[in-house]
């Protein structure tokens, strides 16, 4: 959904949308949901009821209880008590879906994006991975999982500097 002029009425969609939008992901508090493409879709129905679709990053993903308490949250501060929140497996979630405000984010945040489009090379982790802080190519893997699943531990030979990796899925 996208940006919506001051002085036009917002639907009750797209106020749902927006406070949705902003739902933090609990593991890398710079990234929203909309940010990680983890927010698929949002329904008002009828009787009045807010269905909210998510997929998780991936299946037994920690952060997805919080989503839901917190997409729960922001639908009722921003005026709705009817709410559903569905989660879908399929299509799996990939890093495709990362927008690039969200790669500028992580990057921001001292993580590194992922490298190039999700694909079966990903798993074997080939990628060039640039350190976020000194910008340099010349890192090695120190471990294939970081804090979350979805993160690898590298380090930086120029800058000596430890830094994760969101990985390629």
Do not use: H
């Amino acid at each position: 959904m996208g940006e919506i002029s001051r002085d036009q009425p917002v639907s009750s969609q797209q106020r749902a949308w927006n406070a949705v939008a902003e739902v933090l992901d609990p593991e890398v508090p710079a990234l929203t949901i909309e940010d990680l493409g983890v927010l698929r879709n949002i329904d008002l129905l009828t009787d009045g009821t807010v269905e909210v679709t998510i997929t998780p990053t991936y299946t037994g993903c920690p952060a997805m209880s919080m989503f839901v308490v917190d997409i729960e949250l922001s639908l009722v501060k921003a005026g709705f008590d009817k709410i559903v929140v569905k989660t879908v497996l399929s299509p799996a979630w990939t890093t495709d879906w990362l927008t690039n405000t969200a790669r500028k984010k992580l990057l921001a945040y001292g993580i590194a994006p992922p490298v190039g489009k999700s694909s079966r090379r990903a798993l074997f982790g080939e990628d060039e991975v640039s350190c976020p802080q000194c910008k340099s190519d010349d890192t090695v893997l120190s471990s294939e999982f970081g804090s979350t699943a979805c993160k690898a531990l590298y380090k930086c030979n120029k800058c000596l500097e430890p830094f994760e990796y969101f990985k390629c899925i």
